[in-house]
């Protein structure tokens, strides 16, 4: 079978936030656009975030909420395209939101509002659109082409928007670390991030017996902290704070976690204040933890005296064991329970301006497949939003 060649000016492959936001730019700029998605839906990461409501932005979002082998990197495109700048679209849109906390906001209906906004703007701007249309090969003479099962596609722009490796359920995969691969670039290496984390067999007993009682906590990592809830589960921990801290984590092998399980009190002083206090740790403490919680912590017989017949360094070590309470972590849950990947194209070879390549014209990266990273609660996306269009307005 003879394949048809068409000729584009910019064809962006991967139909997530970052792609249909550069694809709606690019148009707009009366770019001849082709947007390829290899999967049968557009915006998947989009429909499933936030329970279906899509925590599309954070109101703080700045570069300090972002990891990368570059600290610096993604200013330039976060100030170029802001969270205000996406609030004001989808107001424009008559989307109707609301903030739930740290500044997350969410859509008060359906993330499908998102991915319909989107596709009709793509709509607009005479942007084409192939569903399953998988790209075998990709390389460049004068210009790129694309090689599909069925089309040949040549473009004088590329922009590579597939995401990471995080929920390969909806289609995850490594296809823009292959081209980036093929085209000598380098690739930070990828781990999965905002994840659960698991502990070693031995722990585990500990931690089942607490599985779906939930805390707020401080969680540390050498100098990084994140206050919100933890989840105990029968593997280890999940919840906000832990899923946080997780993309600080280098190799889930042999790192340990401090949790404060009572960030709001200082019970070393708790305990002096009520020296006289016949109550015993264990009760006192649960005033503020829930009773399993306590139970499961008060393994020595100090827990069970009264405070007044404790010496004081009885009463420290229980104070330091519940705000400094280590855990070692053995693993995490992986790519499946990920949210999205740290690591990726090392931004050292990409313009923080335009996302295009350096050493090869015309190549652009956005999105998760880059070595940019956000904190759970909106910032993922509003880098996708950024990155999209700070490339869809020069491929």
């Known amino acids: ?8 000016d910019a064809v962006i492959i991967g139909a997530g936030a970052a792609g249909l936001m550069a694809a709606v730019q690019a148009g707009a700029r009366g770019r001849k656009v082709l947007l390829i998605e290899h999967t049968d839906k557009v ?4 429909r499933i975030s936030g329970g279906g409501r899509c925590n599309f932005t954070n109101l703080h979002a700045s570069p300090q909420n972002y990891i990368s082998q570059n600290p610096h990197f993604m200013k330039s495109a976060l100030a170029g395209y802001t969270q205000h700048d996406f609030i004001k679209l989808i107001e424009s849109h008559h989307i109707s939101y609301h ?31 192939k569903m399953n249309c998988h790209v075998r ?47 000598g670039l380098n690739i930070i290496p990828p781990r999965p991030a905002l994840v659960p984390l698991f502990v070693s067999d031995q722990d585990k007993p500990f931690f089942a017996s607490l599985s779906g009682l939930s805390n707020s906590s401080a969680v540390s990592h050498k100098k990084t902290k994140f206050c919100e809830n933890i ?23 042999d790192e340990e976690i401090i949790i404060n399980l009572l960030p709001d009190l200082d019970l070393a002083q708790e305990f002096t204040v009520r020296k006289n206090n016949k109550q015993t740790p264990a009760n006192y403490l649960k ?21 007044t017949d404790l010496k004081k360094e009885s009463l420290l070590e229980i104070a330091e064991r519940i705000h400094n309470f280590r855990v070692g972590i053995a693993d995490s849950a992986g790519y499946q329970k990920a949210e999205v990947t740290v690591g990726g194209v090392d931004t050292n070879e990409l313009s923080s301006k335009t996302m295009g390549c350096k050493s090869v014209p015309g190549l652009y990266f956005i999105g998760e497949v880059v070595d940019v990273t956000g904190w759970l609660g909106g910032y993922n996306f509003q880098w996708a939003w950024a990155s999209g269009f700070a490339a869809g307005m020069n491929c």
């Open 1 to 8: 079978m003879t394949k048809t060649t068409s000729k584009y």
């Open 43 to 46: 915006g998947e990461k989009i």
């Open 99 to 129: 903030e739930k906390t740290l500044g997350q906001l969410f859509c008060d209906g359906s993330a499908k509002q998102i991915i319909k906004m989107l596709l009709d703007l793509c709509g607009e701007n005479q942007v084409e659109i």
């Open 137 to 183: 090969s990709v390389s460049k003479k004068d210009c790129f082409e694309l090689d599909t099962e069925t089309d040949l596609f040549q473009s004088d722009s590329l922009v590579i928007a597939s995401g990471g490796l995080a929920i390969p359920k909806i289609g995850a995969g490594d296809f823009g670390y292959r081209v980036a691969a093929k085209f």
């Open 231 to 253: 989840l105990f589960t029968h593997k280890g921990l999940s919840g906000p704070a832990i899923l946080q801290i997780s993309s600080y984590l280098e190799t889930f092998k």
């Open 287 to 307: 005033t503020h933890l829930t009773n399993r919680l306590v139970e499961s912590l008060a393994t020595t017989p100090d827990y069970h005296k009264s405070i």
